[in-house]
């Protein structure tokens, strides 16, 4: 039986019903074995120790960014290649060590929708890079986004919404616990421990902001259908239709 293909995927308590859609999404097209890994916040607490405030209006606050986090896991993203290299540890199985080396995972936000197989995304893995994303130029754009959350806009904005993680590269052993729980926010965003050739470029379509390139993979960056407001925002009806699907599957 082939490894299954690790996605991490974004979770965030006001976000479940994306979440169970951008997995149902995923699931339905997906032609291999498919692991899929929530990033819970309150889970991650054996590596991600940094500081987060929730404030009295609820919205979450980095010291360390001096800055507003619109999600839970605004952070928790740059935890995967941890999170790798601890299921890699040796363990033992019988009379025998067993020892898997960290290899290509994937990380999404939640607030997307898979239109096509994400095997197909994993065949683009390039061993040359420490990571491979969509790298956006996204212009500054409305001041709020989802439920009114402050729309911060930063250095390469976007590119860490999708990151195809070479968990294995040496170059993201700069990326030490420490810096993971000391750096601000637009650094990690940035991917600033790495350098510009060390970050691989993924097609457009592979993380369409949701416009008018035909996606692969929707990304509903300014708030999603889920959200009141937005119930009418572009590509609504993929969206939709999509959770339509989950719901009758879920009820067969």
């Known amino acids: 039986m082939k490894t299954p293909l690790r996605v991490y995927v974004g979770w965030d308590s006001r976000e479940v019903i994306a979440y169970e859609v951008a997995e149902f999404s995923l699931r339905r097209r997906a ?3 498919v692991q899929v890994i929530p990033l819970r916040l309150h889970e991650l607490g054996h590596v991600l120790t940094r500081p987060i405030e929730r404030l009295e209006n609820g919205k979450l606050w980095c010291p360390i960014s001096k800055a507003p986090m ?3 896991f605004a952070i928790s993203r740059f935890a995967v290649p941890f999170l790798e290299q601890k299921r890699s540890e040796p363990r033992a199985v019988g009379e025998f060590s067993v020892f898997e080396r960290p290899g290509w995972a994937l990380f999404i936000d939640c607030d997307m929708l898979f239109q096509a197989d994400v095997a197909e995304l994993f065949a683009l893995a390039d ?3 420490a990571v491979m994303v969509v790298k956006h130029d996204q212009p500054p754009g409305p001041l709020t986004k989802m439920d009114g959350q402050v729309q911060t806009y930063y ?6 919404s999708v990151v195809l993680w070479n968990c294995a590269h040496e170059a993201n052993r700069r990326l030490t616990l420490e810096a993971l729980n000391s750096l601000p926010g637009r650094d990690l965003h940035a991917f ?18 949701v416009d008018a390139v035909p996606p692969k993979l929707l990304h509903y ?3 999603g259908p889920w959200f009141p407001g937005y119930e ?3 590509r609504a009806s993929e969206w939709k239709l999509e959770r339509r699907r989950q719901y009758l599957e879920e009820r067969r």
């Open 31 to 33: 032609s291999v074995p």
């Open 70 to 72: 619109a999600t839970e």
């Open 127 to 129: 061993d040359r890079y």
């Open 155 to 160: 250095r390469r904005k976007n590119w860490s």
């Open 192 to 209: 600033s421990w790495l350098k510009d050739e060390e970050i691989g470029t993924l097609p457009r379509e592979w993380n369409v902001l």
């Open 221 to 223: 960056t300014l708030g």
């Open 232 to 234: 009418d925002c572009d």
